[in-house]
């Protein structure tokens, strides 16, 4: 990542150590992750230690320390949906995309993570892509939902 962005970043939030978060939010909604010479300027920046910002950067589920497809894809295995059979459905996404869980595809469009409970266990098993829930998730339309990202504009609205 460019490191005039990130300073460009930090300007608009005046360095202020109280807006941490927002600053890193900010760099990972360009980026798709969090660059280690980000973090460092961040740091220096902010004045902040390196563990903390490194604390906070490990501390939230949004943030990632590797890089990120366009899309995130993140397959509850929280009680329900693994009862609902949640790790057929991460088992066939990985099949789909030919990667396992917390890794990205080669063409950058997409990331795989097993997550804990999303919040949605009346809906298992429960899928979310990027902000966009899928609720009941069966074998078949694992294939229906990479289509559906895969589309040529990207937005996972379909083709
Ligand atoms: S267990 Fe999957 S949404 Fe709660």
């Known amino acids: 990542m460019n490191l005039d962005r990130v300073n460009a970043i930090i300007d608009v939030y005046g360095a ?8 890193l939010q900010e760099i990972q909604q360009e980026n798709n992750y969090l660059p280690k010479d980000a973090l460092e300027l961040v740091s220096q920046r902010l004045s902040l ?3 903390h910002v490194y604390a906070l950067a490990t501390f939230y589920r ?5 890089p990120m497809g366009k899309h995130r894809i993140k397959i509850c295995l929280g ?12 088992e ?3 099949r789909a995309l030919g990667i396992k869980a917390g890794e990205s595809t080669a063409d950058g469009n997409f990331s795989l993570e097993a997550c804990s409970c999303l919040g949605a266990c009346a809906q298992a098993p429960f899928v ?24 040529p504009d990207g937005n996972g609205k379909g083709a």
Do not use: M
Request: a negative charge; aromatic letters at 6%.
């Open 16 to 23: 202020d150590p109280a807006c941490s978060l927002a600053i």
């Open 49 to 51: 230690p390196r563990g």
């Open 62 to 66: 949004t943030f990632s320390l590797k």
């Open 79 to 90: 009680t329900a949906c693994h009862v609902h059979g949640g790790p057929t459905i991460l």
């Open 92 to 94: 066939t996404f990985e």
């Open 128 to 151: 979310q892509v990027d902000n966009d829930p899928h609720n009941q998730v069966t074998p078949v339309r694992v294939t229906e939902v990479v289509k559906q990202y895969a589309a």
